[in-house]
């Protein structure tokens, strides 16, 4: 007979499969919106892991009704859940408002694309000019050259 799964391990999975998913659309994603919809995946898993770093499964919650004092929840991750929540908000709030100034100014959220044109804002507000290639050098190669081989190579007559 299979015995069901363990829900704890379950929850606990389940976090950190939030997380990874989280970092993983931070990491790889290039759309500045889907970079903030990433961080709030990850937040909700670290605050599911919160959560769950506090429960006890054969616990009541933290309210006293009567003398006696049975085995309760730990309320401090509960809290500091709730706080992390009311600030995550906060900030996602701020995140959306500040994109949506980004798409005002340079009309897209594509990180390259707006990165290239802050750097062009800032190169033009200074009176500098913007260095457009970051691939090749500019003059001579810097190192010396090579030196030529002087014992044959494998293969050919010796």
Known sequence: MISPPDPELILFTTAMGLIVIG??????????????LALVIAEAGANLMLV???????AVAPILTSNELPVMVDPVPQAMVLTAIVIGVG??????????????C??????????????AEIAAAAG???DVSQEAPIGERPLPPLPQATTPNRGEGS
């Not at 993983?24 to 970079?35: D, K």
């Not at 769950?52 to 054969?58: I, Q, S």
């Not at 996602?92 to 994109?99: D, G, H, N």
């Open 23 to 36: 970092l993983a659309g931070l990491v790889l994603s290039r759309h500045l919106f889907r970079v903030v």
């Open 52 to 58: 769950l770093a506090g429960y006890r499964w054969d």
């Open 91 to 104: 900030v996602q709030a701020l995140a959306v408002s500040i994109l949506i100034r980004i798409r005002q």
């Open 106 to 119: 340079y009309g897209t959220l594509e990180r390259g694309a707006v990165a290239e044109r802050m750097d």
């Open 128 to 130: 500098s000019v913007r």
